[in-house]
Every structure is written in C-alpha cells, then in structure tokens.
C-alpha cells in the first residue's frame, strides 16, 4: 500500500464506488461524480484516481463476465476494501468534529 491519505478527488471518487453499490466500472462512477460535485469531469480523472486508490488499497478491482448483447465486452468493475471504508468513515468523522466545533464558534 502506498500511501494512506486521501485527496478530495480520491474521496469522492471512492464515495462513489461505495454509493453506487454492485460492482460499479468507470463510467457510472464519472456520471455519478459528474453529478454531486456539479462540476465537469473527465473519464481520464477518474481512471487515475480509480488506479491510485487500488495502489493504495481502497478498492479492489476484477474483469466483469461480457455482457450478453452484440459486442458486450467485459468492463474493469471496483470495489470499496475494508480498508477503504474504514478510511472514508475516519474522514467523515473528522470533518464533523471540524464543522461541530464551527458551529460551537471555533472551540474544540
């Protein structure tokens, strides 16, 4: 594992493998990306980020079976490891101790 921290993009990019359930592959997860931040991006930006987090260790990924209809091939699907969603549940913990002491007023 090379690594253990998460750059935005790599959050959202493993928030979506997690929220899109069943073994998602590259384009749902742009689309999906796509679609909360409300911002362009590129496929290409989600490959790299896809390829970082399995280096890291976040997700696992595996070759689907092809897909029965003329010209179905097999598409590279992800998954979120135990690692990764332990990761994704720290930060989501730090953020709220982050916004709960904004809402205190700054103290912590």
Known sequence: MKGGHLGEFEEFTLLAVRAL?????AVPIQQYVEKV???PISIGSIY???ARLEEKG????TMSAAVAQRGGKSKRVYTVTPSGLRTARDLHRVRERIWH????GGRS
């Open 101 to 104: 002491a904004i809402a205190e």
């Open 21 to 25: 359930g069943d073994h998602p592959y």
């Open 37 to 39: 931040t409300a911002r």
């Open 58 to 61: 976040f997700l696992r990924s």
């Open 48 to 50: 790299a980020a896809l």
